[in-house]
């Protein structure tokens, strides 16, 4: 499998458990989810300035710490992003909010 089908195999945050297509679609941008409860799921980023990307995410979750809680990710400062469609960049778990 090459990498353009690996990344189509895989599921994107939000998208619903029997949704026939979870996967990315090849024009947009992603951050893979890296650790925590959403370990290895893409975050859809298409269209966040770098700013945004810098500061990371607190997404909603029933699978945080606190039920119906927020699980904190965010990106590494200095690792490199790659620009254009597909997997950009990645965020790391760093905790839980209620």
């Known amino acids: 499998m090459n990498g353009d089908e690996q990344l189509l195999n895989r599921r994107v945050y939000s998208?619903?458990?029997?949704?026939p297509h979870p996967g990315p679609l090849p024009q947009r941008t992603y951050a893979e989810?890296?650790?925590?409860?959403?370990?290895g799921l893409l975050l859809?980023?298409?269209g966040w300035r770098a700013g945004e990307v810098d500061d990371g995410?607190?997404?909603?979750?029933?699978?945080s710490r606190w039920p119906g809680g927020r699980?904190?990710?965010d990106p590494r400062p200095g690792e490199p992003r790659t620009p254009g469609p597909g997997v950009s960049s990645r965020f790391y778990y760093s905790g839980d909010t209620p």
Not at 15 to 19: L, N, Y
Not at 33 to 39: M, S, T
Not at 57 to 63: G, K, M, W
Request: proline fraction near 4%.
């Open 15 to 19: 998208a619903e458990h029997d949704d």
């Open 33 to 39: 989810l890296v650790g925590g409860p959403l370990d």
């Open 44 to 46: 859809d980023t298409y």
């Open 57 to 63: 995410v607190a997404l909603a979750t029933e699978l």
């Open 71 to 73: 699980v904190l990710y």
